[in-house]
């Protein structure tokens, strides 16, 4: 009996089993094609007909224009089935890419599952790790048990040794790995995870990444520590030591970009790209900035703080050429220099390396004030080269990028800090030209506010009397431009006459007497100048120039601004009176130069 009965369930098994594989084929073959297969109706032929006639076996059908056809009924089947003549299926090769681009995309979902389970998993291995450290070490370091361990020259300074890991651990155990585990299923809600704490993430690792030297020399200067880190290291059964650990968060870090590359890359075109893609740029904004301040980390011998120069924006090694007023000499080797550019000034740099160490420092050199700089974006002789140039091209600086890509980034943005602080002058411009139309005579001194990129406040002052404003009122439309609160006076400008830089913008060289400012010789109307860069008019007030082109000015305005003449073009407007230079002065500049080097020949 118990051989009929397995015999009965081996029977069940199977017939399910065909159940099963006829559900599945059939399944397959409801399948729609994309497009519907086109059917070919064979051409109307007399049948052959056996000798005893079967004229039961042709019908007759009758379309919609009433003609008749012919059509032997064997074929019905056949045709209505999709079944070619030849016994091939009637699937199309369409049919099948279809079915080869699901399986495709199938396997990019499969392997987007494990990229996401990678990403929870290693973030719950990377908190742990962190717990461990905090417990292991820094609990340790002030628990009675192993204080007879740690030295006194150790004694108190956690935060040096470990910075803000504590900060770290409580973000990601309490935050971020519980916003991973409510949104992993959804791949565009951990995307947005990572969106809406960027801030978050470059608060807390460039706090921790600039405390790596210090906690760094704090364990090499410490030679008894060994006793204490042995021990505490020992206890948590680790294999590495805690230089090791310490190193996690800057792995995880540079870990999240390369994950979201290939969550990109696995995923379908979609919102769900989109996400991801903006994730991604986060996190890459976010480690750039990281690396931008470990390299800041390094600089020494700079006179001030290097907080009140604003928010850094590039670094990059460059070969520099200097040519100063200061020293005619022209420097034919170039000195290899390492830029930053922050918000207020450009900082050079001369990268150096202590002998042991694999890390590198930065020996301040010199540095020039945003607000004081021109732009000169293409150099004859190498495509990679610009320059920055002071009032006058009093300081010269030929940069050479170590690659066009570079160039054209670090030109871009330094063009864009120029522009926001022109947009802002533009600004206050409006504001001094309201109270210089008041009736009372008045000196006004302001400074001009920090706002959208934190740039240099510059002190704006202008002696407007009653008798200026009234001619001020009367100048035509087209002049009231960036510089509308600067319409000249019958004397060519409106500065007084104690005040011989008038409205210009300040200089460090001004007690030169090569380096006088560009406003104190030759700025009445009539004067000729040459332009020493090409300048890009921003208004219908204001002209363009081209480097070389011969000006007119025609008025001086307030903060550096000149109503102009293009000769080539005749076109008048507003300019920055620092891209000009006198044509005399250019000329006995060229020939002091030239005897000057005559004489060192």
Excluded at 397 to 409: D, F, G, I
Excluded at 475 to 487: D, I, K, Q, R, T
Excluded at 572 to 587: D, H, Q, V
Aim: hydrophobic fraction near 30%.
């Amino acid at each position: 009996m118990s051989s009929f009965g397995f015999g009965v369930l081996q029977r069940i098994d199977d017939v399910s089993l065909m159940c099963d594989k006829r559900i599945a084929s059939l399944k397959k073959l409801a399948l729609k094609p994309p497009r519907p297969v086109q059917q070919v109706t064979p051409e109307p032929a007399v049948p052959l007909q056996p000798p005893g006639g079967a004229p039961h076996l042709l019908r007759r059908k009758q379309n919609k224009t009433g003609i008749h056809e012919l059509r032997p009924r064997s074929m019905d089947g056949v045709i209505d089935s999709g079944v070619s003549l030849n016994g091939d299926s009637g699937s199309s090769p369409d049919n099948g890419e279809h079915l080869q681009n699901q399986q495709d995309a199938e396997a990019r979902k499969l392997k987007q599952g494990h990229v996401l389970s990678e990403l929870l998993e290693t973030e719950r291995i990377y908190v742990n790790e962190m717990s461990s450290i905090l417990k292991g070490y820094f609990d340790q370091m002030q628990s009675d048990e192993l204080m007879h361990l740690v030295p006194a020259s150790l004694q108190g300074k956690e935060e040096i040794l470990f910075g803000n890991l504590h900060e770290l651990y409580t973000f990601h155990n309490e935050v971020f790995l519980k916003d991973l585990e409510n949104c992993i299923s959804t791949t565009e809600l951990v995307a947005l995870c990572f969106v809406q704490r960027r801030d978050t993430f470059y608060r807390l690792y460039s706090f921790y990444c600039q405390n790596i030297p210090r906690s760094d020399r704090l364990r090499e200067t410490l030679v008894d520590t060994h006793l204490f880190l042995q021990e505490c290291q020992k206890r948590l059964g680790h294999k590495l030591p805690l230089a090791a650990y310490l190193l996690k968060p800057v792995q995880r870090i540079t870990k999240y970009q390369l994950l979201l590359k290939d969550l990109l890359r696995f995923s379908d075109s979609g919102s769900c790209t989109k996400e991801l893609q903006k994730a991604l740029d986060c996190m890459l904004i976010v480690l750039k900035c990281v690396n931008d301040s470990m390299h800041q980390v390094a600089i020494t011998g700079f006179p001030t703080d290097l907080a009140q120069q604003g928010e850094l924006l590039l670094q990059d090694s460059f070969q520099v050429w200097t040519e100063s007023k200061k020293d005619i000499r022209l420097r034919i080797k170039p000195q290899q220099r390492h830029i930053f550019l922050y918000q207020k000034s450009l900082l050079f740099c001369k990268q150096t390396s202590k002998a042991g160490h694999n890390k590198s420092t930065y020996q301040f050199k010199h540095h020039v004030k945003m607000s004081q700089i021109g732009l000169t974006e293409s150099v004859r002789g190498d495509t990679k080269r610009f320059e920055v140039w002071l009032q006058g091209r009093q300081e010269v600086h030929t940069m050479q990028a170590p690659s066009l890509e570079v160039k054209n980034k670090w030109v871009a943005e330094i063009k864009r800090v120029l522009l926001n602080q022109l947009e802002e002058l533009k600004g206050e411009k409006i504001k001094q030209y309201g109270l210089n139309h008041r009736g009372l005579k008045q000196t006004t001194s302001w400074d001009t506010p920090n706002i959208i990129l934190g740039t240099p406040s510059r002190n704006i002052s202008c002696d407007a009397s009653s008798e200026s404003s009234n001619r001020n009122s009367n100048c035509s439309s087209e002049e009231n431009g960036p510089a509308a609160a600067a319409c000249a006076n019958s004397s060519g400008g409106i500065a007084d006459r104690d005040h011989p830089e008038g409205c210009g913008w300040s200089s460090d060289y001004s007690n030169s007497e090569d380096e006088i400012s560009v406003n104190e010789d030759n700025s009445t109307p009539g004067s000729k100048f040459i332009a020493l860069a090409d300048y890009t008019a921003m208004g219908h007030s204001e002209v363009s120039m081209r480097e070389g082109e011969a000006i007119e000015l025609l008025k001086v305005g307030c903060a550096g601004w000149w109503y102009v003449r293009v000769l080539d073009t005749n076109a008048e407007g507003w300019t920055p009176g620092a891209y000009l230079e006198s044509i005399n002065r250019k000329s006995s500049r060229s020939s002091s130069c030239n005897q000057e080097r005559i004489i060192q020949k």
